[in-house]
Antibody, heavy 121, light 107 residues
């Protein structure tokens, strides 16, 4: 069965960087995209960007361009999101999700369990 | 960015009720709309994609309709496990955006 398993919760200081992993199993990793979505407490979901796990192509929300980097390691069936220059508003849950491609667009059919990141001094 | 607005934000209902949640897009998204269910401290779960296609394994009491800018999610007969928050999401253009959520609570 398809599973996306994320790395554990983290506490970071303002200004630091963060890297969250998402390990995929149960399907051919390089045949799908991985998207990253975040959610602040009590807030709506917010799409950050995606990576084509096959060719490594990425696309980012303009809001996060320059501060977020999405990568993948095909040998480990794992995708990563890295966020730099953390601020308190980056205290959110990060989710990875598998992108299901349809006619040029993606919806998200499987999700990781989420990784809570707390930014605090 | 395309704005997604759901109504109502909170919905109180009872087991067995039929409920409908509405999602409006700020511009046409054709049928590029998905619905997700999220329970507290859990990841979202896909229910509906392409506005009206039921994801495999999702009970048939869930249905979606609409196109363009107005969409609905209907649950035909609420079950205890359906009390959760529901989000719509457009995937017509970047950045993909979500509605603010509808909290479906037990009356």
């Amino acid at each position: 069965q398809v599973q996306l398993v994320q790395s554990g919760a983290e506490v970071k200081e303002p200004g630091a960087s963060l890297k969250v992993s998402c390990k995929a199993s149960g399907y051919t990793f390089n045949k799908y995209a991985i998207h990253w979505v975040r959610q602040a407490p009590g807030q709506r979901l917010e799409w950050m960007g995606w990576i084509d796990a096959g060719n490594g192509k990425t696309k980012y929300s303009q809001k996060f361009q320059g501060r977020v980097t999405i990568t993948r390691d095909t040998s480990a069936n794992t995708a990563y999101v890295e966020v730099s220059s953390l601020i308190s508003e980056d205290t959110v849950v990060y989710y990875c999700a598998r992108g299901q491609w349809t006619s040029g667009n993606y919806y998200f059919d499987y999700w990781g369990q989420g990784t809570l990141v707390t930014v605090s001094s | 960015d395309i704005q997604m607005t759901q109504s109502p934000s909170t919905l109180s209902a009872s087991v067995g009720d039929r409920v409908t949640i509405t999602c409006r897009a700020s511009q046409s998204i054709s049928s590029w709309l998905a619905w997700y269910q999220q329970k507290p401290e859990k990841a979202p779960k896909l229910l509906i994609y392409k506005a009206s296609s039921l994801e495999s394994g999702v009970p048939s009491r869930f249905s979606g309709s609409g196109s363009g800018t107005e969409f609905t999610l209907t649950i035909s007969s609420l079950q205890p496990e359906d009390f959760a928050t529901y989000y719509c999401q457009q995937y017509s253009s970047y950045p993909y955006t979500f509605g603010q959520g509808t909290n479906l609570e037990i009356q």
